[in-house]
Nanobody, 124 residues
Framework: QVPLVQSGGGLVQAGDSLRLSCAAS????????IAWFRQAPGKEREFVAA????????WYADSVKGRFTSSRDNAKNTVHLQMNSLKPEDTAVYYC?????????????????WGQGTQVTVSS
């Protein structure tokens, strides 16, 4: 299977920016849809964004639209989530996930491979 290794995250102030990264090894993302989910304490895992590696199509949850951008780095076989204008309600553990299809899904159970997660904390 495809190992996913995440980096980034941290503690920032409201209005600041962070960039999360999700790197794959062993295989490329060429035939995968890559998604970002987040989960805050006491809440369900929430879809954030997705990108089709081959087609470059993206989708964003309404809560992050206009603030977050998902992108790919072909040379590094890495997907990034650029998070701007962060809000306290963005505080959560963020996960990257992949599935072997170009069609994205908002349901976390549809994804086969997962990163380890990284904490994002936004203070007011």
């Amino acid at each position: 299977q495809v190992p996913l290794v995440q980096s980034g995250g941290g503690l920032v102030q409201a209005g600041d920016s962070l960039r999360l990264s999700c790197a794959a090894s062993g295989r490329t993302f060429s035939s995968y849809a890559i998604a970002w989910f987040r989960q805050a304490p006491g809440k369900e895992r929430e879809f954030v964004a997705a990108v089709s590696w081959s087609g470059g199509s993206t989708w964003y949850a309404d809560s992050v639209k206009g603030r977050f951008t998902s992108s790919r780095d072909n040379a590094k076989n890495t997907v990034h989530l650029q998070m701007n204008s962060l809000k306290p309600e963005d505080t959560a553990v963020y996960y990257c996930a992949a599935r072997l299809t170009t069609y994205y899904s908002e349901d976390y159970s549809d994804y086969e491979y997962w990163g380890q997660g990284t904490q994002v904390t936004v203070s007011s």
